[in-house]
């Protein structure tokens, strides 16, 4: 009863436009209750709301020649209600088709790496190509578009696969050989202080022994190191004159170590290995 006295109802996030015989009158009516001629005037009403519009995957080659299939979302308002109504016919379909069109574009002029690494510069620069025939003309202005999903072929995600298999790989031997590098500096400095004193290298030694020994080894294997046998052949006491050591047996010299051996009064217990040489004849 009420609108056919000519009284509408605008919503809070409308605002409507009155046509007077065809002829759209300056100005919109704002949100409330509002009253226009029901004989001469029609009123259009425009949502003032932030629309969301999904944009369809486009199929697109890359400037590096790489096939990919794109998504995106576009986020739009009215600024203007009428540029909306008068100088586009259907603003919703024409800001779909704009999209689409630009997204292909912008696909074409990128390449692959910046839109799945720069997905934020692609955005920008995807909001700028589609605000600048709308915004104007239209009265529609672009208040954000996101790239929803980068679909890649196969054989491109597994030739990514191996590339940065490979290039986990380099870096894992790069760190590996670096590590190498320092402690051969190491020890090259330890080397040089061990040769200073003797006695560090036995430490040293002993201490390799005690490493070892704490595994729980059922065989552990004690090397004589030649300086406590120089300091037997030092301390040993002269033999009976006319007794000496036989300098061959069955044809084969005495080692050096046997020898010394022998004129060495060892402890209880000591044992000396010495590998045979044999001769061919």
């Known amino acids: 009863m009420a609108e056919m006295f000519g009284f509408k109802i605008i919503t809070q996030y409308e605002k409507g436009i009155v046509f007077r015989f065809g002829r759209a009158l300056p100005g919109t009516r704002e949100a409330g209750l509002t009253w226009v001629n029901p004989f001469t005037d029609r009123l259009r009403k425009v949502n003032m709301q932030i629309i969301t519009a999904a944009v369809p995957g486009q199929e697109a080659i890359t400037r590096d020649n790489v096939t990919l299939r794109v998504d995106a979302v576009v986020y739009y308002r009215v600024i203007d209600p009428l540029k909306a109504v008068i100088n586009v016919q259907n603003y919703t379909f024409a800001v779909s088709q704009v999209a689409q069109t630009s997204l292909r574009s912008v696909i074409g002029q990128s390449t692959m790496d910046q839109l799945l690494s720069e997905r934020d510069k692609v955005n920008a620069h995807l909001k700028d190509v589609i605000d600048a025939p709308t915004e104007q003309p239209w009265g529609i202005r672009v208040e954000r578009v996101e790239v929803k999903d980068v679909s890649l072929p196969e054989s491109m995600k597994r030739s990514m696969s191996r590339q940065a298999e490979a290039e986990r790989e380099r870096r894992a031997r790069i760190i590996s050989a670096d590590g190498e590098f320092q402690a051969s500096k190491r020890l090259a400095e330890a080397a040089v ?88 004849r």
Do not use: C, W, Y
């Open 193 to 280: 202080v061990m040769a200073r004193d003797p006695a560090a290298l036995q430490l040293r030694l002993l201490q390799t022994v005690v490493e070892v020994a704490a595994e729980k080894n059922s065989t552990l294997v004690m090397p004589i190191p030649v300086e406590l046998l120089r300091f037997f052949d030092r301390t040993a006491p002269a033999g009976p004159a006319g007794s000496s050591v036989s300098a061959t047996q069955d044809g084969d010299a005495l080692s050096p170590v046997r020898a010394l051996a022998g004129r060495a009064s060892l402890p209880a217990g000591a044992a000396i290995t010495v590998p045979n040489r044999r001769h061919d």
